[in-house]
């Protein structure tokens, strides 16, 4: 099992920053075979959907073409942490922010029924 816990949330102002984290733990074998990692949000009303991820394993990123030049995913895989620098920030970026994991090789990075490892979201609310 692997345990996520976000954190970072906030409310800003358009075109303000936020950093969020998520701190990944678990057993040694648990982590070890992770091989994505990202950050999905959900907002009111709307199903949840691919920010940004990571493959563990190598320099693979991806990103919602909403997020393209704004977001950066990064992890720390020495210290068991991923990280999304959110910059210029729109209102409609508001959602509940959630990190994930996959444990198997996935077809499709961006597809939520690929991870099965979910924390309990991160608000982040901007305003216009």
């Known amino acids: 099992q692997v345990q996520l816990v976000e954190s970072g949330g906030g409310s800003v102002q358009a075109g303000g920053s936020l950093r969020l984290s998520c701190a990944a733990s678990g057993s040694t074998y648990s982590i070890y075979y992770v091989y994505y990692m990202g950050w999905f949000r959900q907002a009111p009303g709307k199903e949840r959907e691919a920010v940004a991820v990571?493959?563990?394993?190598?320099?693979?990123?991806y990103y919602a073409d909403s997020v393209k030049g704004r977001f950066t995913i990064s992890r720390d895989n020495a210290n068991n942490m991923l990280y999304l620098q959110m910059n210029s920030l729109k209102p409609e970026d508001t959602a509940m922010y959630y990190c994930?994991?996959?444990?198997?090789?996935?077809?499709?990075?961006?597809?939520?029924?690929?991870?099965?490892?979910w924390g309990q979201g991160t608000q982040v609310t901007v305003s216009s």
């Open positions: 990571v493959f563990t394993y190598g320099d693979g990123t």
């Open positions: 994930a994991a996959a444990s198997s090789r996935v077809r499709n990075p961006l597809s939520v029924g690929e991870y099965n490892y």
